[in-house]
């Protein structure tokens, strides 16, 4: 995705509050089921202390000294767990930063990197900006000419060192890599990478296996692209493009019974990729929510029109979501934008069930699997999907309910090696965190109960929630109603998923 953000940081530092510094009174936040991500399925009945943004303590009121003047909140018997950690977004605007807090993802990695997203990581870190704490990847890398225009480009492998040396100078410490990078280059910005201590946390290009891309040190590997490539049955006709025309007619073939998904995409080598994947520190991040584009339509398209939420997305992508264009191809490949019925059916099933049974494969193998939604692709709303993504954790890769929490807490910093520091409520970690009304552990579903959140020691309650909202919905009307005056917008990117637009 590409965002053109020339005036997004002072635009952020007006709207989301204007300059402020971390509140310095401490906070006591009693009467509250405290689910701290420390242990497993642990519960503690008590209260947390928090200033200057820090846990300092957590347990039982009475072994907690409470000095004058701290600011007291009664959680009313709620539950308290770690903020969220989106581990695929792309921030498009100032209000997506506005919904993260506002559904309790207080940390984001931001998938396409720029200057202003930068700028708008080290306003927050130094509290000049109230927002999600901000990871970053670099620019996208592809090839020229790239599968999105405004993407940085390498062709030669012999530039590859130079390359990544400049990436990382200008603060970046992870490569997006994307789709059309051609294999030797590929190789040539794997051994930069290394050279130069940077992560690669985007696609596995279509020219490289998905086994030698984690042999190269690929660290994040996103949406779970090319592992069906990887993992076809031999003799069987397949392309590495997404969606390609191989897998419409193999899911269809499947569907008329000629076999079975165990024969068409090999369970041994998914678990032999799974092994590697742990044996060489690579993450999953599989998208569960997005990877259903697969299988978008025009009936996905009227139901998203009818959303409850379709006013918070904002109207400069809406038209992504609810306009077919019959006319656009989806991948090179030649696959329309509108399938038959039958397409349809056989692909939700694959990229739901199908795809899910694979993340709990991995699961089960020891992969380390991290959240994301890759909002704003079609039906992926900022912050809110998040806790969706929880649900299919649950429900389609079987994880427990403690378990996908943990794919949105700790398991992030397990990735980033800051345990300790964010996705627990512990002492010396960062303040950010959700009151719940009701308990997670018990319906995963219950993420969404969301009373109040607290970010980098400030707390949200649930009427500055509500307010947040509020400011979106009309920061959007008033942006549509522009747009319908005015033509076309001047700022967007491309939905990189769904389709090039």
């Known amino acids: 995705m590409r965002i053109d953000t020339k005036i997004l940081a002072p635009l952020l530092l007006a709207t989301l509050g204007g300059v402020h510094q971390a509140i310095s009174a401490a906070t006591l936040v009693e009467n509250v089921h405290i689910i701290p991500m420390t242990g497993e399925g642990k519960v503690l009945d008590g209260a947390v202390l928090v200033n200057d943004g820090r846990v300092l303590a957590v347990g039982p009121l009475a072994s907690i000294k409470v000095s004058a003047g ?111 990078i051609q294999e030797d280059v590929y190789l040539a910005l794997a051994k930069a990478a290394n050279r130069y201590e940077m992560t690669i946390e985007g696609h596995i290009p279509q020219a490289v296996n998905a086994f030698d891309a984690v042999l190269l040190g690929h660290d994040t590997a996103e949406h779970s692209m090319r592992v069906d490539a990887a993992i076809v049955a031999p003799g069987i006709p397949y392309s590495s493009a997404f969606r390609p025309p191989e897998l419409v007619r193999l899911v269809e073939r499947i569907d008329a019974g000629e076999m079975t998904y165990e024969e068409a995409f090999r369970r041994d080598m998914l678990r032999a990729l799974a092994g590697l994947m742990v044996e060489n520190g690579t993450a999953l991040v599989p998208t569960m929510g997005v990877y259903e584009i697969l299988s978008y339509s025009q009936s996905n398209r009227e139901a998203m029109a009818k959303h409850p939420l ?76 998040l806790h969706d993504e929880l649900d299919h954790m649950v429900s389609r890769a079987g994880m427990s309910n403690y378990e996908a929490l943990k794919t949105a807490t700790v398991n992030p910093t397990i990735y980033w090696k800051i345990e300790g520091q964010r996705g627990v409520i512990a002492p010396g970690a960062e303040a950010d965190f959700i009151l719940l009304e009701k308990n997670p552990l018990d319906d995963i579903a219950n993420t969404k109960s969301i009373q109040a959140v607290m970010a980098d020691g400030q707390w949200l309650n649930r009427e500055r929630l509500d307010t947040l909202l509020k400011e979106v919905r009309d920061a959007y009307a008033a942006q549509a109603k522009a747009m319908e005056e005015g033509g076309e917008p001047a700022a967007g990117f491309p939905v990189h998923l769904h389709g090039k637009h």
């Open 310 to 385: 379709i006013d918070y997305v904002n109207p400069i992508y809406k038209g992504y979501w609810l306009q077919a264009d019959p006319g656009e191809e989806l991948t090179n490949e030649g696959v329309k934008a509108e399938l038959s019925d039958a397409e349809i059916a056989s692909l939700q099933y694959f990229a739901s069930t199908e795809h899910g049974k694979w993340v709990g494969v991995m699961h089960e193998e020891g992969v380390l699997i991290l959240a994301g939604v890759d909002a704003p692709n079609p039906g992926m709303f900022q912050g809110y999907s």
């Open 70 to 180: 701290v600011d007291r909140v009664d959680g009313g018997g709620g539950y308290l767990i770690p903020g969220l950690t989106d581990m695929h977004n792309h921030i498009d605007s100032p209000e997506s930063l506005k919904l993260q807090l506002a559904y309790g993802v207080t940390t984001v990695r931001n998938m396409w990197g720029t200057d202003e997203i930068l700028e708008q990581r080290a306003a927050e870190q130094a509290g000049e900006l109230l927002a999600p704490d901000i990871e970053t990847v670099s620019p996208i890398i592809d090839a020229d000419p790239p599968y999105f225009p405004g993407s940085v480009t390498i062709t030669d492998p012999a530039a590859a060192d130079d390359f990544v040396r400049d990436l990382k100078a200008q603060g970046y410490t992870a490569l997006k890599t994307y789709e059309l």
